[in-house]
Each structure stands twice: as structure tokens, then as C-alpha cells.
């Protein structure tokens, strides 16, 4: 199961724009969606990250992946907000938040996380003299990227443990297990990465 | 390069106290390839991480190459090289090349060079064909081949594998066995498969966190099966 990460090769402009100027591209589209107001504005950024998804190959799998992975949010979103404000604001968020994932989408498409980490990297080398560890920070954004699915992983398998003892309506015996999961593979990771000297200072 | 457990003892806070789980142990550890047997729960694991510092002596001294794990952990990791039973954990970058290159991310600053150094890497443990590929599509045996490739990339001069084949089908146990006693770096093999521990030069039996049986591995193998 993947959700982002999901690099497609190709040979399309936005595969080749550098990996710094697509992560710069997506903050001022973010900056830009959330600040826009109105519906219109909203129909306006999901259309772009729609043809900008489009235009980079990532496919209709790769979008229904992506999309499967807030629907439930955003449904009940659109729902909550049409009715305490109508349906204008009700577009203008969930239309925010999809044409994001969708730019996210673009972005972990046509970018290898080898990419972005360099770039992140690289533009937080000057913060080296105010304190930042620019290589750590850019392994907490690879290893966010990776903790989605694996996550998601860890959740399936927990859920079918609880249906093959017969607890699938139990909410403690999907939680209680899934919780411990997480924090011992997290706890496994961070082993595993000390062992490999990732993360050591230089 | 040697290898020295000096007195050592591994406690663990407990509930009401503290476990001891690796009794006082001394030992010097200068063959090629050394095997941990010995039952579950028993402090295999434990002696072995002892000398990657993930796990640190409560008392007595474990030095590597004269360097201690528990102030120069930084030097001694990268002496010293760990693989786990799941590899899962281990791979944290959505592609193979790329969890590969991580590795690297230390030794090679330039881009291009870490692709070309991580790609070499993968071609040397049969892996190049799989370099796009996600870590997710991976069968069992090339997901632990993958993290093997990820430790073996930074050229330790030791590597500790713990419970390397325990996951594995028949096939792929035997394969990553070959290799892990085909590598030129001396390992400390941490193993149910007994099989396989008969292969190394040495094998260590520990039992209720001690060392109750050290010598040639056939000797110890032989021993564990008949006490057992």
C-alpha cells in the first residue's frame, strides 16, 4: 500500500523543474489556495492542480489512491461546513484541501524523496550558523513521507488480526495492538537508523 | 580489529527494580565469524547490540578497536554495522535506490556521485534490476538482501546481524546465509538456524543472560543440540 511516495519516471517539464523550485512552488500554491477567497477561487485551484496532476502522468491510479486517502474527511467536511455555513464555504474548503492533496500528489510524482531531501538540504544549509541540522531535518520529512503507509500498513494488518478473532467490531482490539505497532516500529526505525549511523553529526 | 567485553553486565528497569538480562561477561572476540545460539529471550540479542552501542553495558566495559560504544558511539557505528530480523523497520525510503543512497548520504555530499556509489552497491548484491522498485513490492528475501545492501554500502570493518534468516523461506534463508559468510568483513552472527551457525569459525551458546558454552562452532552447535 502507498499513498505518496510514489515517484512515476517521466520526462516532463515537472519532472525535470529541480526539486527546489517544485517545493517552493507548492508553498506559494498553498499560500495562494488558503488566502483566495470564495468558491470560485476554490473550483479555480483544484482545476489547475487537476491539469498540472494530468499533465504530469501520475495516473488514475495514483490520483484515486490519493484522493481515497482523505474522502472521508472530506466528505464529512463538506457535509459539517454546508451545514453550519452553507454550501459556498463548504467548496471553498474541501475544494482547498483536495486541489493540496492533489499538488502534494504532483509533487511526490514527479520528485524522487532522494530529490527533495537534497533540496531541503540545501536550503537550509545557511540556518547551519543559527543551529539547524539541515540533514536531520530532511530526514524527518523523508521519514513522515514513509511513516504514511507504513502506517496505513501496520492499520490493515491490525484490523485483519481482529477479524480473524472474530473482534472486527471491537474498538480496543484494533486500537490497543495498532498503537503498540506504531510506537514499537518507530522505535525499531530509530534503532535501525542509529545503527546506520544516519543522522550522526559529522 | 578486536573486539572486548570486559565485566560486562546489561540491566533493565523493571516494575520492582531492575532485570539483569546479561550477567557479568568477558570475552574477546578475534575469529572471522562468530555465531550467538541459544534460546529466546536469553540476551543473544542483547550481546550483540552491545557491540553497535544500541544497547549500553550498566557496568564493565565493551571496547571495539580500543574505541568504547558508550562515549564514541559515532566512530564505533561506523566500524560497525547492524542488521535486524524484520527488515521492514529498516527501510525508510520509498525506493530501493534510494533507501540505498541514505546510506551513503554521509560519504557522498554530491548527488551524482551517491546514485552512482548506491547503484554499484545494488549491482554488487544482485539488486540493480530492482532500483526503482518500491521497498513495499519486495519479497521477503530481497527486502532483508535490501537492508543488508543499506548497512554493507557504508563499508563496516564488523557487521552484526541479528536474526537475519529467521523470516525467511528455505531459499532465501540459504541465500542470505552464503552470503553473510561469504562477506569480507568479519561478522557476529546472532541465529536459530544452527545449520548455519556450524558454518562460522566460533559460536558462542548463551543461556539466562550467560555465556555457558564458547569454542569451535560445530563444538557448540553439537552441544546446544544435545543439552537442549
Same mark, same amino acid.
Given at each position: 500500500m502507498s499513498m505518496i511516495g510514489d515517484y512515476r519516471p517521466g520526462a516532463t517539464l515537472l519532472h525535470r523543474l529541480p526539486a527546489g523550485v517544485k517545493l517552493l512552488g507548492m508553498l506559494v500554491a498553498a499560500v495562494a489556495t488558503v488566502a483566495a477567497r470564495g468558491w470560485a477561487a476554490s473550483l479555480v485551484a483544484l482545476a489547475v492542480a487537476a491539469a498540472l496532476l494530468a499533465w504530469s502522468g501520475a495516473g488514475l491510479r495514483v490520483t484515486v489512491k490519493a484522493l481515497r486517502g482523505i474522502a472521508l474527511v472530506a466528505v464529512l467536511l463538506f457535509a459539517w461546513q454546508t451545514w453550519q455555513h452553507g454550501w459556498p464555504r463548504a467548496v471553498e474548503t474541501v475544494g482547498d484541501i483536495v486541489a493540496l492533496v492533489l499538488l502534494a500528489t504532483v509533487l511526490t510524482a514527479t520528485t524522487r524523496v532522494q530529490d527533495i531531501l537534497d533540496a531541503i538540504t540545501a536550503g537550509l544549509r545557511p540556518l547551519r550558523r543559527v543551529g539547524v541540522d539541515a540533514d536531520r531535518v530532511a530526514l524527518a520529512f523523508a521519514l513522515t513521507i514513509r511513516a504514511i503507509p507504513a502506517t496505513l500498513e501496520l492499520a490493515v494488518e491490525t484490523r485483519q488480526a481482529a477479524q480473524a478473532r472474530g473482534l472486527e467490531r471491537s474498538l480496543r482490539a484494533r486500537l490497543v495492538p495498532f498503537v503498540i505497532r506504531v510506537v514499537a516500529r518507530a522505535h525499531e526505525t530509530g534503532a535501525a537508523l542509529h545503527a546506520r549511523g544516519v543522522g550522526d553529526q559529522d | 580489529m578486536s573486539v572486548l567485553l570486559e565485566e560486562v553486565t546489561v540491566r533493565v528497569p523493571v516494575a520492582d527494580g531492575d532485570l539483569?538480562? %546479561?550477567?557479568?561477561t568477558s570475552l574477546e572476540l578475534t575469529e572471522r565469524r562468530v555465531a550467538l545460539v541459544g534460546?529466546?529471550?536469553?540476551?543473544k540479542s542483547t550481546l550483540a547490540r552491545l557491540l553497535n552501542g544500541l544497547a549500553l553495558a550498566s557496568s564493565g566495559r565493551v571496547l571495539v578497536d580500543g574505541l568504547d560504544p558508550a562515549h564514541q558511539g559515532r566512530e564505533v557505528r561506523r566500524k560497525v554495522g547492524f542488521t535486524f530480523t524484520d527488515p521492514a523497520a529498516q527501510?525508510?525510503?520509498?525506493?530501493v535506490a534510494e533507501d540505498v543512497a541514505l546510506s551513503l548520504r554521509r560519504t557522498h555530499r554530491n548527488r551524482s556521485e551517491r546514485e552512482a556509489a548506491a547503484l554499484g552497491v545494488l549491482t554488487r548484491y544482485g539488486l540493480e534490476h530492482l532500483a526503482?522498485?518500491?521497498?513495499?513490492?519486495?519479497?521477503g528475501g530481497q527486502r532483508q538482501l535490501l537492508a543488508l545492501a543499506g548497512v554493507l554500502a557504508t563499508e563496516p570493518d564488523i557487521l552484526v546481524a541479528d536474526?537475519?534468516?529467521? %523470516?525467511?523461506?528455505l531459499r532465501n534463508a540459504r541465500m542470505i546465509g552464503d552470503l553473510l559468510l561469504g562477506l569480507p568483513q568479519r561478522l557476529v552472527l546472532v541465529t536459530h538456524d544452527l545449520e548455519l551457525a556450524a558454518r562460522c569459525d566460533r559460536a558462542l551458546l548463551v543461556d539466562d543472560g550467560r555465556v555457558v558454552a564458547d569454542g569451535p562452532a560445530q563444538d557448540v552447535v553439537d552441544h546446544y543440540r544435545a543439552t537442549t
Open positions: - | 539483569l538480562i %546479561l550477567e557479568p534460546p529466546n529471550g536469553a540476551g527501510l525508510v525510503m520509498p525506493t526503482e522498485r518500491s521497498v513495499h513490492g519486495l519479497s536474526e537475519p534468516t529467521t %523470516l525467511l523461506d
